[in-house]
């Protein structure tokens, strides 16, 4: 039997090299279409709304062929591990491009298994294991394109807030959006998943630039969370009390006093030092009501983000049904990081705040929090005034 096992595995490594070789020459030299992608519109075509969508490369995967290949070439290794397991209902071998393919357009189509499968022939199981091999791969080989910006990047960002909405020496809008799911009431401990507005849901809390880059995540908490329970709870306010981030060049103002670094934030936040939120008071002074004009209009960066975030990945848009709650932030992530490459490799502009929707969590109450620490209220009024005096 010996003798047997060993021929097998030596048949399996023989169809795994063929099966490289065969990725490598789809991708070909200069990163054409080619082949691949002709044969890939075949067995698309059926499920797209037309033949001319069919060609048109962006529409199927939400980003350029450019981004595509750079992402089949961060993935490489760890997708084609197990080079003949996956295969068409033919019994053709997946290419790299093809299981790259199949994992995009589960993620972003908002498909079940068997509707993707479907869609390009292969079994839904199938559609199953690649989608998981490259979220493993994607967090393996991906992690450095979600990252806190070094001090010279994070110049580049206090200078484009600066010059578009008039906020000096900010750095970042923070966020949270839910994703919701679909639990069963009979579920263990399924009541902390459940929002304020009745639905099960998971929290992602994230700080975006300008750009409409995320800057730091933090996700897996559950629906019933406020907004300020789940940023106390974050590395990201750890570090910041500490003094560990925001801790870049200071706004000096005329009177010889300095601002440090901060992030903004709407009215569900507490007021901190390095976290600014409008006022919310009625009868604002001109100072103060200029300055939540800047606040406001600095801050929708952050909403339409989180839209087009889980437009492009509408796997997170329905409701998911009995979700692995262990396994979804891992998701999440992995969409976050591909928002990130995306916006990298953009040729032009990404957002266009005159036609982009910042409806992110449809139906869903602003929350409030009434918090504020006494270096928050003189920041907050420090900058004001400055704001109006220039």
Known sequence: MAPMRGAKRRRRAAAERKAAAMAAAAAGADGAPGDWWDGFCMRMAGTLSSVEDAHRFESVFKMSRRTFNYVCSLVKDEMMVRSSSYTFLDGTMLSLEDRVAVALRRLNSGGSLVTVGSSVGVNHSTVSLITWRFIEAMEERGSH??????????????????KIHGLPNCCGVVDTTHITMCLSSAEPNCKIWLDHMKNYSMVLQAVVDPDMRFMDIVT?????????SILHSSGLFKLCEKGERLNGSKLKLPDGSEIGEYMIGDAGYPLLPWLLTPYQENDLTESKAEFNRRHSAARTVAPRTLAKFKDTWKYLQGEMWRPDKHRLPRIIHVCCLLHNIIIDFQESAVDDPRTSSSDHDVDYRQQLCHLADENGVMVRDKLSQHLTSR
């Open 145 to 162: 394109h979600l990252r806190w910006p070094d001090s010279s990047e994070m110049e580049k960002i206090k200078s484009k807030f600066e």
């Open 220 to 228: 897996g908490w559950p629906g019933s969370m406020k907004e300020s």
